[in-house]
């Protein structure tokens, strides 16, 4: 029989692309030859909504940027301000958004090990994955009010303090929130069918990776040492102990790996910046209208994803000019075609679960 | 009481109602069990509130399949996308004739047998009509005249094709020690040698479970309808009641599966250590009890699989059935049928 191949259209509407993703791939009898992931469908036009907001009502609209980790967006865009004004945020206030944001991170690895874990069949993992983000969302819904598109980080500080109760949810969690990872470690870590199904499958190297510009735990899972809450510190994060969890193969199981250990170091950077949190103000003085002069700068931070950044010019008025966003999942997502090309079509869903990327965010 | 009306007629349309009966209320329960147990397993509650614990839950979900609209895609094959669930339920529900679910009851001068057919091949048969149901995946996946269907329907039909070898394999197994064919015998042969095959031939008992998991398509072997993969596999095309059909032919075939193991390996109606005199107590419980004893057991087995294991990848299947499960069925008939000579 004469070679054909085939095409095939996966998305946007399917049940592992993560929301509305459309991946159009050929396939010769389930290896893939080519695949193009084509973008767009949830796109809000977010930047140029930025310009005609003010610097302090754009905060909010970050929320819906990935919407698995609102409390990081929010940091990346109101640090890319105060940066642009050259406000000085206390040190309390650095402090609980030190705490929030990395509250962020183990809500996102959470849903993303159950999701992935799902994607590769492995069905309990999501609902044990799911049970233990449960703990941050009531954290953030005591702290903030709601649960997904948290706005907890304002310009010039944090919306409030930390006051008993959520301190006292934060440290349950943090004894809840490991005893969850151990049963997803035991049911996938050592099992033979997940170590097949991850193994070895959309392995990238460190210099491709950083070739493709990936960032976040998928480059950490190539051996990359990059990590900008050490190599570039923001928000007090030079103050805290905590190692930089890595991988060596780059392939899906390194990336399993390296977010697992990080929902570990996360839980101890949380507790640490409990322990020590300094006294003093939440939230810096403010002029009520914020104008700034015509500057510009790039602010990036290590968002759960992987490197999120912002770009902002100001033009003396209380608008920005124009905000360019670095989607850190828009960037990972290029390296999918390197990733699944010449492995099976079942391995696709398990890669593009690995990158952890965020629909809401790669279509801005 | 045993006029031939009733003998030669009634109890066979009972008998042959009960055939299609018996595995529906089964299914009802295997999939209320399925729920709950995952839902368990999963620290949630599962569906609980229609009739007691649930257990209704899945004829709600019937009914509401029976009054959907019956779409066929534009382009399908018609004929051959109407047959295909016929033919998967039908095979299926015609298997459980053979299947005995009890030791004859005794009624005055009669005595009722709780099987409808007894067969000198029996076990030839079941294996052959379970595999007729590959026929209605091929078309269904076929005549839907879609994408992922097909890749559905061509992912089942290797794996069913391949996963049946070492069933056969291992069923000869059993046959070489019950030197019979017929399910019945078999049982009875299990009776008289005072074991339960399962503890004579663990090998056997071990592939063939995983060969049948695999067979019907199951978690971790689910790749026909991996759900993160090919949406629904081979009936994503279908809706309504013939969805349902299918549903139901799935569940339906999971419960013969565990049925055959029961039969094969552990004793169908027969009580634990079926000869040792101190436990003839155990006979006073009714056969069909501990049929259903056993085979729910087999069926929480499933549900507990599918809970635990993640996918399989489509090669890393057909590799160990292929390199692992033939091989080792092989060299254990052979291991069977040498020691059965000679001892």
């Not at chain 2, 949406?231 to 095309?237: L, Q, S, W």
């Not at chain 2, 155990?282 to 809970?307: D, E, N, Q, T």
Request: charged share 20%.
């Amino acid at each position: 029989m004469a070679f054909k191949e085939l095409e095939l259209n996966m998305g946007p509407q399917h049940p592992s692309t993560h929301g509305v993703l459309r991946l159009k791939l050929a396939v010769d009898n389930e290896v893939v030859l080519r695949i193009e992931p084509i973008v767009g469908y949830l796109h809000r036009g977010l930047e140029k909504l930025w310009e005609n907001q003010s610097y302090v009502q754009g905060v909010p609209l970050t929320d819906r940027l990935d919407y698995l980790a609102s409390l990081s967006n929010n940091l990346a865009f109101v640090l890319a301000v105060e940066k642009l004004a050259g406000i000085v945020v206390p040190k309390r206030a650095q402090y609980i958004r030190v705490i929030l944001a990395e509250l962020q991170r183990l809500a996102s690895h959470l849903a993303w090990a159950g999701f992935m874990a799902n994607d590769i069949g492995a069905v309990s993992v999501l609902l044990y994955g799911f049970e233990a983000r449960e703990a941050i969302m009531d954290i953030f819904e005591e702290y903030a009010g709601s649960r997904l598109t948290v706005h907890g980080i304002r310009v010039g500080g944090v919306v409030e303090d930390l006051d008993d109760r959520v301190t006292g949810l934060i440290r349950g969690a943090l004894l809840e929130i490991p005893k969850r990872v151990r049963d997803i470690q035991i049911l996938l870590s050592e099992n033979r069918i997940w170590k097949q199904r991850t193994a070895g499958i959309g392995a990238i190297s460190a210099a491709q990776a950083l070739e493709y510009g990936l960032t976040g735990p998928a480059l950490r899972a190539s051996g990359v040492r990059r990590d900008l809450r050490r190599d570039i510190p923001y928000s007090s994060y030079e103050d805290f102990d905590f190692e930089i969890p890595l991988g060596a193969r780059g392939d899906i199981y390194d990336r399993y790996q390296v977010r697992i250990e990080e929902i570990f170091q996360s839980l101890r950077i949380v507790a640490q910046a409990l322990d020590n949190l300094p006294p003093g103000e939440i939230r810096a003085r403010l002029p009520r209208v914020l104008k700034i002069p015509p500057a510009e700068v790039f602010q990036t931070i290590e968002a759960p994803k992987g490197e999120l950044g912002f770009f902002m010019k100001s033009n003396g008025t209380d608008k920005p000019e124009r905000v360019k966003m670095k989607a850190p999942s828009f960037v990972n997502l290029q390296s999918l075609e390197l990733m699944c090309k010449g492995n099976l079509f079942s391995d696709v869903v398990g890669i593009l679960g690995s990158l952890d990327v965020v629909l809401g965010e790669v279509d801005k | 009481m045993t006029s031939p009306f009733i003998i030669d007629f009634l109890i066979p349309v009972g008998k042959i109602a009960a055939v299609i009966f018996y595995p529906m209320v089964m299914v009802i329960v295997m999939i209320w069990l399925e729920r709950r147990v995952v839902g368990l397993i999963q620290r949630r509650l599962g569906p609980n509130r229609v009739g007691f614990q649930g257990i209704l839950q899945p004829l709600a979900d019937a009914m509401k399949l029976f009054f959907k609209e019956d779409i066929l895609p534009e382009r399908a094959d018609r004929l051959l996308f109407n047959t295909a669930p016929i033919l998967v339920m039908f095979s299926s529900l015609l298997a459980f004739c053979f299947v005995p679910l009890g030791e004859p009851v005794r009624i005055g001068a009669y005595e009722l047998k709780l099987w409808v057919a007894e067969s000198p091949v029996g076990l030839l048969l079941v294996l052959g009509l379970s595999s007729i149901g590959v026929f209605g995946v091929i078309f269904g996946g076929w005549a839907s005249n879609s994408k992922y269907p097909l890749m559905g329907a061509l992912r089942s039909v290797v794996q069913v094709l391949s996963y049946e070898i070492p069933v056969g394999l291992t069923c000869l197994s059993v046959v070489f020690i019950a030197r019979s064919m017929d399910l019945v015998e078999i049982v009875r042969r299990q009776e008289t040698a005072g074991v339960w095959y399962g503890f004579l031939l663990p090998v056997s008992f071990v592939v063939f479970w995983i060969s049948a998991v695999a067979e019907t398509n199951r978690a971790p072997f689910d790749l026909p309808e991996a759900e993160s993969e090919l949406v629904a596999g081979y009936h994503t095309e279908y809706s309504g009641m013939k969805f349902a059909y299918f549903y139901i032919a799935e569940y339906t075939h999971m419960v013969l599966v565990a049925s055959l193991v029961v039969v094969l390996f552990f004793g169908g109606w027969l009580p634990p250590f079926p000869s040792v005199r101190a436990l003839r107590f155990l006979h006073a419980v009714p056969g069909f009890l501990w049929y259903l004893a056993k085979i729910m057991f087999f069926l929480y087995l499933y549900v507990w699989m599918r809970a635990t294991f993640p996918r399989y990848r489509f090669d890393s299947l057909i590799k160990l059935v292929w390199k692992w499960l033939i091989p080792l069925s092989l060299v254990n008939l052979l291991v069977v049928a040498v020691l059965s000579y000679v001892l």
